[in-house]
């Protein structure tokens, strides 16, 4: 059975940093590409950032150079380290089975197998 589990959340002040773990159960991250996705309030939820089974990533440009997103698979984990955090940064953040490649996979409608989400607030 396929199970995501996020964690690592929180409440951050402004430019301060936060890791979110990603921790997968069913499936092989060899093979399989994990899209973080977050949802802020009154927003639609966007890819943040994906890594492929080939261990490419991609970044949303609002993001890019902040985040950085790695996998370790002996740990079965993806990881998305969040540096230089704004309040615009502030949503629930989410995790998701993709396909096998990133490319194509930009929109969350693409995605089956979601965590149940990790809150992170940038506030001062």
């Known amino acids: 059975q396929v199970q995501l589990v996020e964690s690592g959340g929180g409440l951050v002040q402004p430019g301060g940093s936060l890791r979110l773990t990603c921790t997968v159960f069913g499936l092989d991250l060899d093979y399989y590409a994990i899209g973080w996705f977050r949802q802020a309030p009154g927003k639609e939820r966007e890819r943040v950032s994906c890594i492929g089974s080939d261990g490419r990533s991609e970044y949303v440009d609002s993001v890019k150079g902040r985040f950085t997103i790695s996998r370790d698979i002996d740990k079965n984990s993806v990881y998305l380290q969040m540096n230089n955090l704004g309040v615009e940064d502030t949503a629930v953040y989410y995790c998701?089975?993709?396909?096998?490649?990133?490319?194509?996979?930009?929109?969350?409608?693409?995605?089956?197998?979601w965590g149940q989400g990790t809150q992170v607030t940038v506030s001062s």
């Open positions: 998701a089975k993709g396909g096998h490649f990133c490319s194509g996979y930009g929109s969350q409608n693409r995605y089956e197998y």
